[in-house]
């Protein structure tokens, strides 16, 4: 069982509801503040702070205050458990063929 497997469970939880996963598509363009990511969203303010503190508990948003903006941001890496944990899913056929397809891409002249 991998180490990282309470990050692992906290990182799927979050990321299991369609609005927590909007909110993380739309920091991956650049931070935001909290207005503007619950704009799209029709829901009450307190109902989608609910979402932001999940999302931060899990460790995948930072945010902070400067006078009354809360700015809300990806953390860096925060998705690296997933990724790895990903990883680790893959079959080895599937290895097998991404290191077919590198080898082919170095030895296959281009535009033949």
Partial sequence: MPTYRVE?????RALADPTRRAVVERL???PAVVSELAAPFSMALPSFLQHL????DAGIVTSYKL??????????GALDVLHLWLGEQRT???GQADRLGIHLSRTIPKGT
């Fill in 28 to 30: 991956g363009k650049s």
């Fill in 67 to 76: 006078g009354r903006v809360r700015t809300v941001s990806l953390r860096p």
């Fill in 53 to 56: 503190r999940v999302l931060e």
């Fill in 92 to 94: 080895p056929a599937e």
């Fill in 8 to 12: 692992l469970d906290a990182l799927l």
